[in-house]
C-alpha cells in the first residue's frame, strides 16, 4: 500500500490537551530520570498522560535521548516543531532555504522544504531531516508517494545543531527522500530516496554524498548494525529487505519477509530485526543469523513507524488505519496492548529517560503514552 500524503481533521481525544505556545521559550536544561523500579519495559503497563496540539501536521516525531523531540510538519506547515520534556514548544523552525547560502550554487533563489523525518547523531547534538520534496527555483513537477522511477528533481536533507536549533548545513540527496540513520559511528548518513529507488550515503564529514545505492522500489525505513558495518532496508514496493554492506556498498536481499514492509529496529544487541508489515497489518521477528522469519503477530491496520524499548523487551507501533498504538512484547511476540490515538497515527519514539511515547498523528497531534509499574 503506497504512503499517504493526506492530513484530515482530527479526532476528540480524552486525554489532556497542552496548547503549544506561539511564542519560543527557552529549553529546558534539567531532566528528571524515573527510579528504577526493577521491571523490564514488557513487564510495565502502557498508559495515555499527555496531548500536544498547536499549528502541527506531524509527519514523525523523534527524540534526541538528550530531552528535545523534533516533530516534522511536511508541507501541510512547513515547519519542524521543537519540543521539551515538559511538552512545551521550545521552538519553531521553518523550513525555508537559500541553497546557494550552503554551496549549492545550482538552486538559485529561495526555496520552501517539506519535512519528513528526522535522524540524530548519538550524542544528540545535530538532527538531520529530510524533505519530501523543495519548493520554488523554477523546480519541475516533483513526485508523489505513486511514482515509478523517472527523472525525479533531487531534493535535500537539513543538518540541524540542536544546541542553537538552527540549519547549519545542507546535504543534497534524491527524489523524496523520507527515512534517514545515522550510523552508530556518525560516520555516515543514509537516506532512503522513495521515488530514487536508492539510498543516498552521505560522509557527515563534509556532509557531501558519497554515492547512491540502488535498492528497488519505494525504499523506506532503514537500520544501521551496532558496528556501523551493514545496514538494512525496508523496500516497501516489494517484500524484501535490502542489506548494504557499509564498506563496499554492495547490496542483498532478504526475501520474502512479507508484504510492503517500511519501518525496521535492530536489538540492542543487532541480532534481531523487528518489520512493520503495512500490507499484512502485522510485525515480523527476524533472525539475521538465518534471515529466517521467527514469528508475525497482528496489531492494527496498516502498522507504519515503530520504535523500541533501550532493554529491547517491548516494540511500540502506530496502526494508521486503526487510529491506534500497539505494544509487543518481542520475546514472543505477543501484542500487550492496542491503545487509541487520535486520526491517522504515523510516527512514534521512544525516550528511555523518563519511559514515554510519543506518538505523532498527521490530523495534527502529538500525544505521550507512559509504561509505569502496574
Known sequence: APETTTSTAPSTSTTTTTTVPTTTVPPTTTTTLVPDDGLTAAERQIVATETISGDISPKS?????????????MMYRHTITVYDRD?????????????????????????LGSPVEAAFTSDGSYAYVSNYRMYGGGLSEA????????????????????????????????PVPKFLAVSPNDRLLLVSNWCGFDVSIVDTTDNREVTRVPVGRHPRGIAI???????YVAV????????????TFETTYIEGVGSNPRHLVLSPDGATLYVSL?????????????????????????????????????????NYNSNTMSKVRTEDMVEL???????NPIGITYDAANREVWVSNYSGTIQVFTDVAP
Open 61 to 73: 516525531v523523534v527524540a534526541n535521548d538528550s530531552g528535545l523531540y523534533f516533530a516534522q510538519n
Open 87 to 111: 511538552y512545551q514548544l521550545v521552538k519553531t523552525i521553518d523550513d525555508r532555504i537559500v541553497p546557494s547560502d550552503f554551496g549549492h550554487t545550482d538552486f538559485p533563489g529561495e526555496y
Open 143 to 174: 513526485a508523489g508517494d505513486g511514482c515509478n522511477a523517472g527523472n525525479w528533481p533531487d531534493s535535500f536533507v537539513y543538518r540541524i545543531d540542536t544546541r542553537i536549533l538552527e540549519v547549519d548545513a545542507l546535504i543534497r540527496v534524491g
Open 225 to 231: 548494525s551496532p558496528d556501523s558495518s551493514t545496514a
Open 236 to 247: 516497501m514496493g516489494s517484500r524484501d529487505i535490502a542489506v548494504i554492506d557499509l564498506t
Open 278 to 318: 503495512n500490507g499484512e497489518g502485522r510485525l515480523a521477528k527476524l533472525d539475521l543469523g538465518t534471515g529466517e522469519v521467527l514469528a508475525k503477530v497482528a496489531t492494527g491496520a496498516a502498522p507504519r513507524s515503530m520504535d523500541i524499548s533501550d532493554d529491547g523487551t517491548a516494540l511500540y507501533v502506530v
Open 337 to 343: 496492548a492496542e491503545l487509541p490515538t487520535n486520526a
